[in-house]
């Protein structure tokens, strides 16, 4: 759904670049909804990446943390978006709090069926990906370029 692929594009970009310790997982939810519940069993922090309204221009990336996050999804820009908000509020239920969550999202333009992101889009997975970067650290979770590996 064009801009909806922001996500996706930034987890790829973060397994081709970078090498990730095992309590890392990259992972692409795509429309799973419900069924990643199993994965948020025991977890301690979750970064989301997706295209949400902010309010802004197209490409305009936000930053929203905890309780934010369920609030964000209100605005229902795609199918998986609801399932999202869902898969946060029965984890909660279940009583699997996440002591932190941060979701970046991105203002998308186009929505439509289609795998190119809009150009107001297109320049986000290189923002986003920093921006994971500095979340991860922050965290305190060591990443490695790829290319500093294999030399």
Partial sequence: MCDDGVGVRVVQRLAAEYSFPPEVELMDGGTLGLDLLPLLEGLKRLLIVDAMETGGPPGTIARLTGGQIPRAFETRLSAHQMGLKDLLAVSCLLGNQLPEM????????????????????????????????????????AVTSVARVQA
């Fill in 102 to 141: 941060v979701l970046l999202g991105v203002q998308p333009e186009c929505m439509e069926l289609g795998m190119e992101l809009s150009p107001p889009v297109a320049a986000a997975p290189d923002t986003l990906v920093g921006m994971v970067l500095r979340e991860l650290e922050g965290w305190g979770v």
